[in-house]
């Protein structure tokens, strides 16, 4: 038998956790309206706030670190509080309320432009010029954003309610946020994690007070609502930065992610029932057009 290389079968097994994290991706968007159909945004924040809490905990617990959530700095509890209050909080209610607005088929993409409004945010934010590729993919993808949202806006799927694509905008506005914070953060992410979802719990707690009840039925929508927290709040996140741990180079496994909104189709299709419409997939093309060109000059410029 031939051994296997140790740097091709470290990067097979980076393969197989980007995968595993675009499948609980690809399987969210569904899960959401499922939960939907019988919570309100603010009850499913409290739920996925609460498993993720549970799931993150737990996976501390195994491994041996939850005592050291204790011994952390007064200032990381802090900027963990602060960010906990950015995400989960304000993001997924945002992203909630889009979802509970627009068919998943348009909320999914315009939640996936969340990295060209990264680029946008670091011009004021960190000082960074702003090129020909930033431009050029912006226009792209939010080309992508239109056709997706005017294609969809009549036929099987009803109208558009244009606040919902707005609501969808901003929450990746407040994503790209949190990523600038929370990527000048040190020490070891899923204690960071752990700490900004805990912090965030009682404020998801007077959230759903002040936005909704505490009366969760039970049923498919808080099922969905779990399957959220453990794949989109909890498991999904670890799996990535397993991902990245082990790959040689971010960017083979960064480039996995791009099939995540074309799987996401099938539960959607399937699952749902939602008819997808012909403008989903050439405006789903013209988003992860405008990605790739963004990532393609990222890395040129970086080499």
Not at 198 to 214: M, Q, W
Not at 238 to 266: D, G, H, I
Request: charged letters at 10%; a positive charge; one cysteine or more.
């Amino acid at each position: 038998m031939i051994a296997l290389d140790p740097a091709a079968a470290r990067q097979r097994r980076a393969y197989a956790y980007a995968w595993l994290t675009v499948c609980c991706w690809a399987t969210v968007s569904t899960a959401f309206k499922f939960a939907l159909a019988d919570l309100h945004y603010a009850q499913l924040l409290l739920v996925c706030n609460a498993v993720a809490v549970l799931v993150l905990g737990a996976l501390l617990a195994a491994s041996g670190r939850l005592p050291e959530v204790l011994r952390l700095p007064r200032g990381v509890h802090l900027r963990a509080c602060a960010l906990g209050l950015m995400n989960p909080v304000a993001y997924y209610l945002l992203l909630f309320q889009a979802y509970d607005i627009l068919p998943a088929q348009v909320a999914q993409p315009v939640n996936y432009t969340w990295a060209i409004a990264l680029s946008a945010l670091a011009v004021p934010l960190l000082g960074q010029r702003v090129g020909l590729a930033e431009a050029l993919s912006a226009l792209i993808a939010y080309a992508g954003v239109v056709v997706i949202s005017l294609g969809s806006s009549g036929g099987s799927l009803g109208g558009i309610r244009w606040d919902g694509v707005g609501i969808a905008l901003v929450s990746t506005l407040v994503w790209a946020l949190y990523w600038i914070a929370n990527s000048r953060s040190a020490g070891d992410p899923l204690l960071r994690l752990f700490l900004g979802f805990s912090y965030a719990l009682p404020a998801s707690v007077i959230a759903c007070g002040l936005l909704s009840d505490f009366d969760i039925p039970t049923g498919r929508g808080l099922l969905g609502a779990v399957w959220s927290g453990v794949f989109e709040m909890g498991l999904s996140f670890v799996f990535w930065q397993r991902a990245l741990a082990l790959s040689e180079n971010a960017a083979r496994v960064s480039n996995v992610v791009f099939a995540t909104p074309f799987l996401a189709l099938l539960p959607i299709a399937v699952v749902l029932g939602e008819p997808i419409a012909p403008s989903t997939l050439p405006g789903l093309c013209l988003i992860l057009g405008g990605l790739a060109v963004q990532q393609r000059f990222a890395r040129a410029a970086g080499a």
